[in-house]
């Protein structure tokens, strides 16, 4: 059985920095493309970041590239999210998830990933 989870989030001002974890087991943790979402109050889940397997390709929403990057430990069984220059509508749940092909990548709907976590708050205030 597969288990995903987050952890990291927190309340921060805006302009600062703030790093996300995420583990899955139950399975080679190579095998997975590993993507974070965020889902703000009263909006719809949305995609922010997604990596491959071996870590070599990555993927953003416009809105955070140049502010957020994505990478994983495959050692540790670990996924990052490094956000930096947060913006009060950084605001969100953000999700982790884990897609059954480690090769793949670019991959941004919520549909076609496998496994997801919980979720971990995080909150920017102006």
């Known amino acids: 059985q597969v288990q995903v989870v987050e952890s990291g989030g927190g309340l921060v001002q805006a302009g600062d920095s703030l790093r996300l974890s995420c583990t899955a087991s139950?399975?080679?943790?190579?095998?997975?493309?590993m993507a974070w979402f965020r889902q703000a109050p009263g909006k719809e889940r949305e995609f922010v970041a997604t990596?491959?397997?071996?870590?070599?390709?990555?993927y953003y929403v416009n809105s955070v590239k140049g502010r957020f990057t994505i990478s994983r430990d495959n050692a540790k069984n670990t996924v990052y999210l490094q956000m930096n220059s947060l913006r009060p509508e950084d605001t969100a749940v953000y999700y982790c998830?884990?897609?059954?092909?480690?090769?793949?990548?670019?991959?941004?709907?919520?549909?076609?990933?496998?496994?997801w976590g919980q979720g971990t708050q995080v909150t920017v205030s102006s």
């Open positions: 998830a884990a897609k059954d092909d480690g090769g793949s990548f670019g991959y941004s709907k919520d549909w076609q990933y496998d496994y």
């Open positions: 139950g399975r080679t943790f190579r095998s997975f493309a």
């Open positions: 990596i491959s397997g071996s870590g070599g390709t990555t």
